[in-house]
């Protein structure tokens, strides 16, 4: 049998030439070209190696289109993978046109039926977006392959009525952080060590956290193709941490539910969570979570933001242990309840199957993956054209919902307190799929005119929820703490003014305003008012122009900058970056970069040599606990053990471990005394409040006192140098940590031991978006002081000044800081 197998198998081959038929090589399967199969223990694949095989695939088979669609911050390729029939990607342009014309509702409904039962559904599946979750990107290429050559009546459908999009690895710059760093310890006592830095250049786990200020260079390719060219039905994001004993968390998702998401869009992903489920189910896969600790209030994620524009934004979270190394679970392991009191033991509508512990590997958590990929696979197969008409139903609903007002649009007039950054704030909208109009004519509305060029974002429009969402303040709901934050309110985060339009009025002629428009209405000038005043400035003393400010903060440059209250140099400024991988900490390497101040990053023994005074003007210490800060990660440490079978603890080699220390502290007190500038932020104030003899106190420490990640009123002495440009009132976006008081008696408030308040906590109203608790803990407290200490400063802020990169009406306060410091 074997033997005429083989003639039969000849005998075709020399046959195909003559038939003019090409035979092309079965496409390989991810072990023939990684060396190992995805999942493998201790096998972890980088960017280079999971790319490669999709090019492979993409040479080797019709069914695969690869296409490179931006680079990464480290100029890494960042690739689409297009998988479906070859029917259909040779088709790919119209399906593409189809699904953007659904999504934009421009269309009547006869034409949009007619277009729903020609195209296509599109999914996007995503992977590795937060790199030290290995399994998304390690399961891309089995995915791939099960696509490319099923052979099943599923797969099958799948190809003919599915355009998936995947995205291989999304962040690779983090994967190939990762994976050499484990490969480097795999085998040692430090196998599981936690990555000492970010995993991305400026945010870590933050670029989940981007998705509507697009500041990563990763967050504005994508979102390109998600809400500029292809506009899918359905987003798939794949992270790896449920909550503990669970194996995966798929939707519906917990309470609160944000009011501005379509009902539509939330069924349906209640819908989508179901089919999973019951395919879990189906292929006996235990420890399904639904309905706990993920909700469905904030924007701002990749699942997140897709359901206000009109999308299915679908999250899961499957289990891992560290990295591809296994771990073996004993029911003593396994806690009796999750966090809230739902038993792990006993099924519930939220957990069905408990899963009672044994071996978990990472090929487990891709089997979990691949089921969840199918299920949604099908489930577009199967109600293709549902999909895209419901996509033109939304838009449509969104459409007419803003033409009848309440509201009816958002005017950005002119004369901003900083009209590049409200331009800034339009162009992000912009990019994210919001009409911008520019009008032609003088506007009006009631009792109110705006002359011809006032920018308007009309109301009527797909991405209504979008629009809305972000215009709108937040009033959280409930007691519990939110996901993420609480308000984000985008004006508020910006310092730009938006007044809001309810009932309809004529808008008159008006031109589409987009990318081009907008950046032809950016005209920095060297006005303390802007934050680009910063940039200009910084440029010009690169150039070796001098620069100086007056008394009121005016810019002066030239001759007239001899005569100025101060004259400026180029800053020289330290970051602290310690080997905890603080997230603050790269968010302000961000904003010094976009306003090109130059730093140099200090770690732990940096500090403790000393000298610091001799290289810098400032040092600046991100939010991080000031026991965090002294001590880091002590060598030897480990987090407390589940049972004792398994691999080494979670033990960080000892070249990263430890803080400043004593010495380090020391040596920072030394730099302050003779003329430094310390800058502190939220957590961090913590380390000269208690060990610099400066006379404040944190007076919400061990108070009923919440805040989490909301948006608070700030009052302003804008004749303070730190606050040269400021408004006399702004917001700040507080994570509930730090608030002032100044113990010291007037009489003794002043030479050597002044501090100076410079903004404070609203005395009524603080909250402007979010969510507070006892909010008068605070209210009328400083949130930013300035102290005498020897010869220099130390600046305390009571919130993030640069949080996420979101908070351009608060920059200045940092900027001025900085520039403060090295000025004569």
Not at 99 to 125: C, H, K, M, N, Y
Not at 171 to 198: I, S
Not at 245 to 260: E, G, K, Q, S
Not at 650 to 679: A, H, K, M, S, W
Request: proline residues 8%.
């Amino acid at each position: 049998m074997i033997v005429a197998f083989a003639m039969r198998k000849i005998a075709s081959t020399l046959l195909l030439p003559a038939l003019g038929i090409l035979a092309l090589a079965a496409p390989p399967a991810p072990r023939e070209h990684l060396g190992f199969s995805p999942g493998d223990d201790y096998k972890l694949a980088g960017s280079e190696q999971i790319h490669g095989y999709f090019r492979k695939l993409a040479a080797e088979s019709g069914r695969i289109r690869l296409v490179e669609f931006g680079r990464s911050a480290g100029q890494r390729p960042m690739y689409a993978a297009f998988i479906s029939s070859e029917e259909n990607l040779a088709r790919l342009d119209r399906f593409k046109e189809i699904s953007r014309r659904l999504a934009l509702g421009q269309d009547p409904p006869e034409e949009a039926r007619r277009l729903a039962e020609e195209g296509r559904a599109i999914v996007w599946i995503d992977s590795g977006l937060h790199a030290s979750e290995v399994a998304p990107a390690q399961h891309s290429p089995e995915l791939a392959y099960r696509m490319v050559t099923g052979e099943t009546a599923e797969f099958d459908a799948i190809r003919r009525n599915v355009i998936l999009i995947q995205i291989p690895v999304i962040n690779p710059d983090g994967l190939d952080m990762v994976a050499k760093w484990y490969a480097g310890n795999v085998g040692t006592p430090y196998e599981t060590a936690p990555l000492p830095w970010l995993y991305h250049k400026y945010a870590g786990h933050d670029n989940n956290r981007d998705w509507f200020m697009l500041n990563l260079v990763e967050t504005r390719h994508v979102t390109r193709l998600l809400f500029g060219e292809w506009f899918p039905q359905i987003v798939y994001n794949q992270h790896q941490s449920p909550a503990f004993p669970a194996r995966i968390f798929v939707p519906p998702y917990a309470d609160p539910l944000n009011p501005n998401i379509p009902a539509p869009v939330m069924e349906g992903i209640n819908l989508i969570g179901m089919a999973i489920r019951e395919r879990m189910a189906r292929e006996n896969k235990p420890g399904v979570l639904s309905a706990f600790a993920f909700d469905a209030w904030w924007n701002g994620g990749l699942r997140t933001s897709p359901a206000f524009h009109n999308m299915h934004g679908i999250l899961t979270e499957t289990a891992g242990y560290v990295y591809a190394t296994p771990r073996d679970y004993a029911p003593s392991d396994i806690p009796e309840t999750f966090a809230g009191g739902i038993s792990t033991r006993q099924p519930s509508m939220n957990y069905q199957r408990p899963w009672t512990g044994g071996q978990w590997r990472l090929r487990d958590a891709i089997e979990y993956m691949l089921t969840v990929d199918l299920a949604i696979l099908n489930l577009a197969a199967s109600r293709r054209q549902d999909y895209l008409l419901k996509s033109w139903e939304m838009a449509r609903a969104s459409i007419e919902a803003g033409r009848k007002g309440s509201p009816f649009a958002y005017i950005v007039p002119p004369g901003q307190w900083d009209p590049v950054t409200a331009i800034n704030m339009l162009e992000r909208l912009s990019a994210a799929g919001v009409e911008v109009r520019r009008a032609e004519r003088t506007l009006s509305a009631g009792t109110k005119q705006w002359p011809e060029g006032t920018l308007v974002l009309p109301a009527g429009q797909p991405f209504r929820p979008y629009l809305v969402d972000l215009m709108e303040p937040q009033k959280y709901p409930g007691n519990r703490r939110p996901y993420d934050v609480a308000g984000w309110t985008f004006p508020m985060l910006m310092g730009v003014t938006v007044e809001r339009i309810d009932e309809p009025f004529d808008l008159g002629p008006t031109e589409a305003c987009a990318a081009e428009c907008l950046a032809a209405g950016r005209r920095p000038e060297l006005d303390p008012r802007q934050n680009h005043a910063f940039s200009t400035v910084a440029a010009l003393l690169q150039r070796g122009t001098a620069v100086g400010r007056a008394d009121d903060g005016t810019w002066l440059t030239g001759e007239a900058a001899g005569r100025a209250a101060s004259r400026l140099r180029r800053p020289r400024v330290a970051l602290y970056v310690p080997w905890t991988a603080n997230i603050d900490t790269g968010w302000t390497e961000w904003l010094l970069d976009q306003y090109q101040v130059p730093y140099v990053v200090l770690h732990n023994q940096d500090i403790g040599k000393g000298g610091l005074h001799s290289r810098f003007d400032s040092l600046i210490l991100a939010s991080q606990s000031a026991t965090s800060i002294l001590h880091g990660t002590r060598d030897g440490e480990s987090p407390p053990a589940r049972g004792t079978a398994g691999p080494p603890a979670l033990v960080q080699r000892p070249e990263y471990t430890g803080g400043i220390g004593i010495q380090g502290l020391l040596e920072i007190d030394r730099f302050v005394r003779d003329g430094g500038t310390l800058i502190a932020f939220d957590n961090a104030a913590e380390l000269p409040i208690q060990f610099f003899p400066l006379s404040i106190r944190n007076p919400i420490r061990g108070t009923a006192f919440s805040c989490p990640g909301s948006l608070l009123r700030l009052t302003v002495d804008n004749s303070h140098p730190l606050a040269f440009g400021m408004p006399k009132e702004t917001t700040a976006f507080s994570t509930g940590g730090t608030a002032f008081e100044i113990a010291l008696a007037d009489s003794y408030n002043k030479g050597e031991r002044e501090i100076r308040a410079v903004a404070h906590f609203a005395a009524k109203e603080l909250l402007a978006s979010g969510w507070v608790s006892a909010p008068e803990r605070i209210q009328g407290k400083p949130a930013l002081l300035e102290a005498r200490h020897g010869n220099g400063r130390v600046v305390l802020f009571g919130f993030r000044p640069q949080f996420r990169g979101q908070t351009y009406g608060t920059f200045k306060f940092l900027l001025n800081a900085i520039y403060r410091a090295s000025a004569r």
